[in-house]
């Protein structure tokens, strides 16, 4: 009797063991979103499609202003991260091992300069190039990235892949002084990026979602123009905003916040 009833307490704690790790295995609501985000990444024809629409637009867009110039030589600034380099499978590895986004494996990852390109990307910017345009790139990789990040750059033979146009985060991560250092010798006809703080001030940590809504209304006509979007639902400010910029929220606390704002068909 004794010994059935020590084999059905450690049967019991077993159970219970399987049982909290798989719980804990179970993956969040948010991490569940970044493993379909790069499902559709890497996979979807129609994310394909509006990166071709974007560079398209893109090269109209030049083509128009290469014909009235003007004084100084023309620039296109870019972002690199999903506006250039492709890194869904950082993000996937990540999500579907249900683990938060982290300085350090980003940097192992960036540090290996293997990431593949965003479709119509390198066509768009050797274009640019080929017409006499600089193309200047404001990342928010930090300094200690620079190494893999060139090395990424020239394994696809990007133009202006040197310290002079590879403008990295120094003090802040708004990208308006970058910005103004291309302005100081250069017309800059074009932005392209996939988060809006890539083109303009007035989505620099901004406190809430609205805020960034009212910009975007205030900034419309610029969209397809001198912006230029490339999709991105992985991440970004976007998600910022969502958590009020607060990036050591658990993903319980995550989870809960996204429940709350997520507009849900009553039954």
Known sequence: MKRSIIALL???????ACTTQKRTESAS????GKVWASV???????YRALCFQAYNAAKLRL???????????????TDIDETILDNSPYDAARAIANKEYTLATWKTWTAKGQADTVPG??????YAASKGVSVFYITNRDED??????????LYN????????????????SKEDRRKQVLNNYNI??????????????????????????????????????YIVIPNVSYGDFEGALFNYNYSKSSGQKDSIIGAKLKVEKE
């Open 40 to 46: 559709w990444q890497q996979r979807a024809a129609e």
């Open 145 to 154: 990235e620079r190494p893999g990040t060139i090395k990424n750059l020239l």
């Open 29 to 32: 609501i948010a991490n569940n």
């Open 10 to 16: 450690a049967a019991t704690s077993l159970f219970t």
């Open 63 to 77: 083509d128009e202003a290469l014909k009235n110039p003007g004084g100084k030589p023309l620039a296109v600034v």
């Open 189 to 226: 006809v074009l932005l392209c990026g996939d988060n809006l703080a890539d083109f303009d001030m007035l989505y620099d940590n901004k406190p809430a979602e609205q805020n960034r809504q009212a910009a975007t209304d205030q900034l419309k006509k610029e969209f397809g123009n001198k």
């Open 121 to 126: 990307a390198p066509e768009f910017f050797k």
């Open 158 to 173: 990007m133009p202006d892949t040197d310290n002079d146009h590879v403008l990295l985060r120094q003090k802040t991560s």
